[in-house]
Nanobody, 124 residues
Framework: QIQLVESGGGLVQAGGSLRLSCAASIRAFNNYDMGWFRQAPGKEREFVAAINWNGGSTDYADSVKGRFTISRDNAENTVYLQMNSLKPEDTAVYYC?????????????????WGQGTQVTVSS
């Protein structure tokens, strides 16, 4: 059974930084592409970033490009989201997600496994 556990959320002032972590209990973690999504109050869940199985390919939502960086450590079964220059509109619950790796583009991928989420609040 696959479990994804996010951590690292919290309250930060605008302009600040946070690093989210997602610990994955996945056999053969390097067989999975990983992603981060977020859901703000009253809004639908939206894509934030994704990374392929070996870290060689990444994809970002336009709203976070240049500010957020996704990375992974396959030895530690962990994926990270470094968030810099945070804005109040980044406030949301952030979810980690996993899907078995394929040769298809990361853009628009459907993810099969989800964590419980971690709250990020950015104050103005």
């Amino acid at each position: 059974q696959i479990q994804l556990v996010e951590s690292g959320g919290g309250l930060v002032q605008a302009g600040g930084s946070l690093r989210l972590s997602c610990a994955a209990s996945i056999r053969a973690f390097n067989n999975y592409d990983m992603g981060w999504f977020r859901q703000a109050p009253g809004k639908e869940r939206e894509f934030v970033a994704a990374i392929n199985w070996n870290g060689g390919s990444t994809d970002y939502a336009d709203s976070v490009k240049g500010r957020f960086t996704i990375s992974r450590d396959n030895a530690e079964n962990t994926v990270y989201l470094q968030m810099n220059s945070l804005k109040p509109e980044d406030t949301a619950v952030y979810y980690c997600a996993a899907v078995r790796a394929t040769s298809y583009s990361l853009t628009g991928r459907e993810f099969d496994y989800w964590g419980q989420g971690t709250q990020v609040t950015v104050s103005s």
